[in-house]
């Protein structure tokens, strides 16, 4: 039982076939092997699989790929243009804001997410945007310096 | 591992009654799926059949009717849009402040106030406000609408008052008359995308009399409740330390609370008192 | 010297990570992969009658099933007391019972729900305190049988899979002196290590044989040795590829139970390569947990505060099978006094068999449950003396000469600098005032010592290749985890060569290719591979120089290399002899067009010397270096709610040599903050065996909004042993940080915590007992 949709994923549209039942995240990961969104939890807690739909994160793991027909999706792969990486990325590599890596793509997508609706965040606000991707490594620490540098930057 | 499912997304409201009636049991409403997608991923439900509510017209929209001085807030309304909605945050803080306190950033852009309200969990962070707030729920079948206060609309535990073939439409809150100070607090064991251990929500509306205090707890009972006996001694009485002692003391009888991974009854029977006093204290606070 | 080391180079793995190209093991696609599950006991401890898998058999799509009785080779890390599946018994609820391979994952789920197994269930053991007793019924009825380490000591016909034994001085007599004699209990709880990708492998059985592994593994080489056991297979049969590691801590150290269960699944399927993932609930019960404690201890003290003679009882609740934890529970035993002088210890550590999950490495090993209690143990005493938390430390801190519990003599120690800055920096003695009168202020520090904890002959080695434009392989088996293994060793390399960081590519493990390295655990990376680094880059060098030397005519001993330039240091502007390494990287070249040698290929290997196994009275020296710290906190507790705000935690940490001061601060950091999490959050809830929070629902680790606000201090005091003086600094950050905010807490409330975590509830319940007897 396959359905047909039509989703633009990091600005390219493509017709691919889905069963009702995959998520987004599965969608993403087995059939266009965009493996950047990662599966920590299935179940919407960590955030490792935090993308754009219709230019607003979510939890890819809780949300059916069928649900994205017609719609936008951005991923972290689509986030560098060629080899020149976003602010953001580079700024996560700067500050040493990533260790294992596996909460780094969602926690990026976060926080672009915060920065186009808030550019000056707070301190505070920034660790509010990103409480709901979970990082075993860092501590926070370097990742939160890093999302308030490029927001500096930019003012 | 979530079962696999016929998935129909009408754009009418009759059309979705159709299929609920026709699939009874066998069919589930998807509004922003963080409530079902988990209870399908872990096996709970596995239905053949889903229909996505977000297809409907103004079912995400938050529209305030001038006319009849209400907020309609389409019942697939995210509550990131709900807790930015700038007359929301205006007349109705406290919903805004407990939209807020739902799961993550992200997570909010899909759960939506149906759903957080059809899901009907005794700890869900926004009904507490909506009983206090009096809101009321518009729910729509093939036989037409009917319309009910949210305290009613809620049973126990996952159980409401939709019946088959409907699904709620629209949230209605009345404009307060006055100025109103409101206060949601969100006891849990960690600080951000935690479910409530014990929500206290506390409102007063200024009125001719003064001040009136609503006062509803969430996570303690069945479903969440309004304590009416603690807002009958903040409202009949001349506020001080000990009234509001008083006030502290009746929530703590109205309650049920239950032991479970979160906390114990008895924690959950302290909590309710503490907070309680600190939402008063901080409402009181911010009209002075 | 300082070219490279001591800066904050970029990570050599960071721009794979940001933009999610690095592929994880889950994250790789083969077209004829199949997918395993796995079939797990519902029961705690329950005898197998009959697994009866014909129906999953029949399932379309199902490529593969397995039981016990496939695979019966016994194998395990220090003690062999693990199969790859049950066999007769299970022993928590968890235990693996059997798997299929399919096409697809749902085909796999599908069919292992169809396996029918008959359990006779059995009376479980969920308290080592019980468990260790003579007449409770065994666990493992062939603990007699087990193969084992020679210095794990398993009690025969019992539960106790270590008894590890400490002797020194004369305990009693040390009592009888002593001014003032204090006893105290404490306990900390299972908890799991939660990286963020759970555990994942993917396993090919060759048709010839050979086996072919990606696995989110921290030790390639352990991991092949053990399999090498279980498939009656020739080391060289099997390859193990790591590719990024999303996370370990431990958790994906030793033999970790997927790899085997998917290889014996590919070796029904031979060419398919089998993929088995966890899900988030089997990673938090099925997955290796930290073991819990239930530690006694009896301390005789001086009036002035110097500890005369300690006696320890620590009692390991290491769960259904304990072939990692028998030695964490035996470094906790020649750690057991943390690091203190004290003439006198007398120290029995068991490691017990219970029907709980599986427990092993955990950052720390056995760490952090040692320092949980030793910490606060150490404050009450203080208290009763009328000393400082600082005081009692100074006075019986270790420091150069000392003996540790083992007797070894220490030197190049630290300690009481970490304790001194950490104290100053908090303000230690400065009480804070609250933000409302229902809140208390309160600080606390707390210091830990660590070694790597390896057997005495863990070693290392490392190859470096130098191509023939003058760029560099370092080729090493140590892994990559998030820790920056593979940028803090290229750094070391760059140094020592003479080269520039980016001249240096680092290799992925691979055991077909790679040199063997013991196991990525410990904090010992940096310390044992980075010698080998050391060594194997100074052996290029020679090879270059050698070249060199007979090209320009200059001696040997006056040639060194800068950005990649061999020069004569007696003329060092002279360019006729000066030229890039690339010149003779594949030789030495004639004007003929003959040579001489061929490719500079640098080799390095390291063991440590001068240490070996304890004695039975487990004296000696056993451990290579150790590393020193403490941590400060202050907390503000709400006495209402019983909620503990950490606002403040200073971290000061001896590591030898920085190599790289950002990924120093991050381990730091992210060793605190996992810290923070057992202090205030972390557990698993275990009833009658069974992991009740075996999700993120209710196992919370903390998020960015929970973190106190962090100061970091590094101390350099050179290890003579050390890479440029390094010492290893994984895991130590995460050790004082549970007791130091225990003792702020303390501090602002008056009562003392000691069953971690610090719950609002168990604040609540001790400021009652507290007011009850006024
Ligand atoms: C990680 C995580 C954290 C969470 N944290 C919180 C929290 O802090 N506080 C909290 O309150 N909740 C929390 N939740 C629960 C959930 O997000 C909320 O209850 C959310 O509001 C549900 O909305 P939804 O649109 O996603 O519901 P859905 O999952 O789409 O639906 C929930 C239920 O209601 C039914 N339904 C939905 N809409 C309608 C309708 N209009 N008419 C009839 N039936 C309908 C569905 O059939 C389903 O049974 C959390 C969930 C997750 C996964
Ligand atoms: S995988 Fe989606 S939130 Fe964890
Ligand atoms: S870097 Fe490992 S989980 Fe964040």
Known sequence: MKEKIKVTVNGELRSEEVTPNQTLLNFLREDLDLTGAKNGCNEGECGACTVFLEGKVVNACLVLAIEADGKEVETIEGLASGTELHELQQAFIDYAALQCGYCTPGMIMSAKALLNRNPNPTREEVKEAIAGNLCRCTGYEKIIEAIIAVAEKNS | MINNFEYFKPSQVKDVASLLKAYADNIKVLAGGTDLLVAMQEGDLAPDYIVDIKGLTDIDRIKYDKENQILRLGAATSLNDIAASKVV??????????????????????????????????????????????????????????????????????????????????????????????????????????????????????????????????????????????????NESELNEDIIDKAVQAAGEAIFPITDLRASKDYRLKMVKVQLRRAIEKVIDSWE | ?????????????????????????????????????????????????????????????????????????????????????????????????????????????????????????????????????????????????????????????????????????????????????????????????????????????????????????????????????????????????????????????????????????????????????????????????????????????????????????????????????????KTGGYSCSGPYEIPNVKADSYCVYTNHPVSGAYRGFGMCEVHWGIEQHLDS?????????????????????????????????????????????????????????????????????????TPPNASSSALIQILADGSINLIITATEMGQGTYTSLAQIAAETLGVAIDDINVSTPNTDYTPHDWQTVGSRTVFSTGNAVVRAAEDAREQLFDYAAEDLGVEAADLDIEEGIIFDTTEPANEDKRVPISKYALGLQYADGSGRGGQVIGRGIYMPEGITNLDEYGQGKTVNH??????????????????????????????????????????????????????????????????????????????????????????ETALEEGPYGARGIGEPAMIPAAPAIANAVYDAIGVRIKELPITPEKILQALAEKESKG
């Open chain 3, 1 to 329: 010297m300082g070219k490279v080391i001591g800066k904050s180079v970029n990570r050599k793995d960071g721009v794979e990570k940001v933009t999610g190209a690095a592929r994880y093991v889950d994250d790789m696609k083969f077209p004829n992969l199949l997918h395993a599950k796995v079939l797990r006991s519902p029961y705690a401890h329950a005898r197998i009658l009959e697994v009866d898998t014909s129906r999953a058999e029949a399932l379309p799509g199902v490529k593969a099933v397995i039981t016990g009785r496939c695979f019966p080779n016994i194998t395990g890390l220090y003690i062999g007391d693990r199969t790859v599946l049950a066999q007769e018994k299970v022993r928590y609820v968890g235990d693996p019972v059997a798997a299929v391979a399919a096409e697809t994952p749902e085909v796999a789920e599908q069919a292992v729900e169809l396996i029918e197994v008959e359990y006779e269930e059995l009376p479980g053991l969920f308290n080592p305190c019980e468990a260790m007793q003579e007449d409770a019924p065994l666990i493992h009825e062939n603990i007699n049988q087990y193969n084992h380490a020679d210095f794990i000591d398993p009690v025969p016909d019992s539960n106790i899979s270590n008894h590890f034994k400490l002797r020194k001085g004369d305990v009693e007599a040390a009592f009888a002196e002593a001014d003032y004699i204090f006893e105290d209990e404490y306990q900390t709880p299972m908890v799991q290590h939660v990286p963020i990708e759970t555990h994942s492998t993917i396993a090919r059985y060759n048709l010839d044989g050979k086996l072919k592994i990606w696995a989110s593994a921290q030790s390639p080489d352990a991991l092949r040795e053990l399999l090498g056991v279980i498939f009656n297979k020739p080391l060289n049969q099997i390859q193990v590829e790591t590719v990024p590691i999303g996370g370990g801590f431990g958790g994906k150290a030793g033999l970790t139970p997927e790899t085997p269960i998917a290889i014996c699944l590919s070796s029904l399927v031979r060419e398919r390569p089998v993929k088995l993932t966890y899900s988030r609930q089997e990673e938090f019960h099925c997955a290796t947990v930290r073991p819990g404690i239930y530690a006694n201890y009896k301390t005789g003290v001086k009036e002035d505060g110097d500890i005369v003679a300690q006696e320890i009882e620590y009692i390991w609740d290491a769960g259904a099978y304990n072939d990692y934890a028998v030695n964490v529970t």
């Open chain 2, 89 to 234: 945050q205006k007349h109705w803080p406290l919903l805004a402040e407990a939209a807020q306190t739902v799961g993550s950033y992200q997570l909010r852009n899909r759960a939506t106030i149906g759903g957080n309200l059809c899901n009907s969990s005794p700890a869900a962070d926004t009904l507490a406000p909506l009983v206090a707030l009096e809101a009321e729920v518009e729910m729509v079948g093939l036989e037409g609408s009917r319309i009910m206060k949210v305290k009613d609309f809620l049973v126990g535990p996952g159980q409401n008052r939709l019946s088959t073939g409907e699904i709620v439409t629209e949230l209605r809150l009345p404009k307060p008359s006055g100025a109103v100070k409101g206060r949601y607090i969100k006891h849990s064991r960690r600080k951000a995308v935690d479910l409530a251990t014990v929500g206290v929500a506390v409102i007063a509306e200024e009125g001719d009399l003064g001040y009136r205090f609503k006062v509803a707890l969430g996570a303690v009972a069945p479903t969440p409740i309004r304590a009416y006996q603690a807002e009958k001694i903040l």
């Open chain 3, 626 to 715: 150790w590393t020193f710290g403490c941590h400060g906190a202050e907390v503000e507790v709400d006495t209402e709610t019983g909620q503990v705000e950490v606002l403040k935690m200073t971290t000061t940490f001896d590591l030898g040599k920085v190599i790289n001061p950002q990924l120093a601060e991050g381990q730091l950091e992210g060793g605190l903050v996992q810290g923070y999490g057992t202090a205030i959050l972390e557990e698993l809830i275990i009833e009658e065996g069974e992991v009740l929070n075996n999700s993120f629902v209710d196992y919370k680790i903390p998020t960015a909004m929970d973190i106190p606000e962090i100061k970091s201090n590094m101390l």
């Open chain 3, 381 to 453: 005493i203080a208290e009763e003396l009328g000393l400082s938390p600082l005081e009692i430390r100074l006075k019986n801190a270790l420091q150069d000469g000392s003996l540790t519990v083992t007797s070894e003599v220490m030197q190049d120690v630290a300690y009481s600098e970490c304790l001194e800055v950490t104290a100053e920096q908090i303000e230690l003695e400065k009480e804070e005032e609250s933000t409302s009168p229902t809140k208390l202020r309160g600080k606390g520090i707390a210091g830990a010592y660590k070694g790597p904890s």
